[in-house]
DNA sequence: CTAAACGTTGACCCCGGGGTCAAGGTCAAG
DNA sequence: CTTGACCTTGACCCCGGGGTCAACGTTTAG
């Protein structure tokens, strides 16, 4: 299949996969004209790169999946190499989220002396629901 | 005082009062020559902009606590000008961090299946403690 | 034959918050 | 006069993940 087909069956763009094989995630056969081709393994290896690049991994990170970016990693078991890259990230998002939190509470706290206090009261704490 | 005695008064660089004044947040005098004069209160304000950023506003959004830029905004009151633009970027704040949890939870979950169940225990819910 | 619908590479644009030159004006001290 | 520290505006660079042209070649249908 060439690269409209590969974009419309993995639900991307022609210039996403484009994308994808500049920062070496792809490497597609060319046909004599210099079109690219992929095989239909490609769709799977498309949705993967689309995964991970929506759980915050970055284009170079995704590298580390190569040897299991054929696979189904959404399911079944990912490629040990990764681990490396998805701990570092795990640690990213968890300094994220708590730096997120400082703000939060400044936030709320910015609201409160806005005199929004109804407002702020609102706002006070909704993530403490999600554990009790 | 000029721009670079700002600039060290209050712990920037001159491109950022540059920058600063681009995006509305200063209007300094200009001395005969062309160069930017501030007054001593400008040192209040340029440290309210940077608490104000640093809490994830975008200098778009600072430019509704223009009122009460001059003021001490980290104890004192805020101008309620300001609180729809806070309540705006609190709820930006809490879909990331609602985001972020489901990020999170996947890349445990991927970490445990990439073979590395000891790592992915250890991250296994350390936000819980905070709450718990 | 021709036009449409594909494909190719290359290059500029976006966002945010500035960093970092370049090329030149101004002012005090030696 | 000269040096050096300060100031000015303008313009390009960064990151990430592409969007959106331009200018051109290829294939397919009518």
Redesign the interface.
Known sequence: MRIGELAHAAGTTVRALRYYEQQGLLRPDRSPNGYRLYGGSQVTRVANIRLLLS??LTATDIRAFLPCLGDD?AE?????A??AV??R??AE??D??AA??T??T???D??A????EK?ARA?EA???R???
């Open positions: 759980l915050g990693i079944g078991p990912v490629c040990p990764s681990a998805i701990a990230r795990l998002v968890d994220r989220i997120l939190d703000t939060r400044r936030l709320v910015a609201l002396r806005a005199g929004a407002l706002h909704p993530r403490a999600t554990t009790g």
